[in-house]
């Protein structure tokens, strides 16, 4: 895997946290996953878990599914890292993510590589001004 950053994606404003990222609300998109969201879903899914043990974190939309349900990992494809709960988000609210993600997804039709190393990917360095310029051109007001 070499020295390649993994881009984070599917981190949320936090009050008590990291305020640079947007509120998932502001990237709702019923459109964008159209007839693929199943297979997009199942991807994020199926990530490859590394930095478990983080901690639950909470749905940012009111009414959401329990803590438990959102995860306390992080998982990856080799390419991309997100929260292990960001499918929710997906499948349950319509949230848009970067159409970059959805090629890489498409190339690996759908199914996540199985031969990722862990102990690699859980010391792979993240990019994450990927997702916080992408998060700023692509808000909703």
């Known amino acids: 895997m070499g020295t390649a950053k993994l881009k984070l994606i599917g981190y949320w404003y936090d009050p008590d946290g990291d305020r640079r990222w947007p509120h998932p609300s502001e990237l709702v998109d ?3 996953a159209g007839a693929e969201k ?3 879903v199942r991807y994020l899914r199926s990530g ?3 930095h478990e043990d983080l901690g639950y974190s909470h ?3 009111e009414g ?3 803590d438990e349900h959102m995860g306390n990992a992080e998982l990856t494809d080799g390419v991309w890292i997100w929260p292990e709960g960001l499918w929710l988000y997906v499948e349950k609210y319509s949230v848009r993510l970067p159409d ?3 090629e890489q997804m498409r190339l690996n039709r ?4 199985g031969s990722l190393s862990v102990d690699e990917l859980e010391e792979a360095p993240v990019d994450e001004d990927f997702w916080a310029r992408w998060c700023e051109a692509n808000r909703q007001s």
Do not use: D
Request: net charge neutral.
């Open 59 to 61: 749905c940012r939309f």
């Open 110 to 113: 759908f199914e996540i590589p």
């Open 48 to 50: 490859v878990r590394v």
């Open 38 to 40: 199943a297979e997009i």
């Open 30 to 32: 019923v459109s964008w």
């Open 64 to 66: 959401g599914p329990p």
């Open 100 to 102: 970059e993600l959805r």
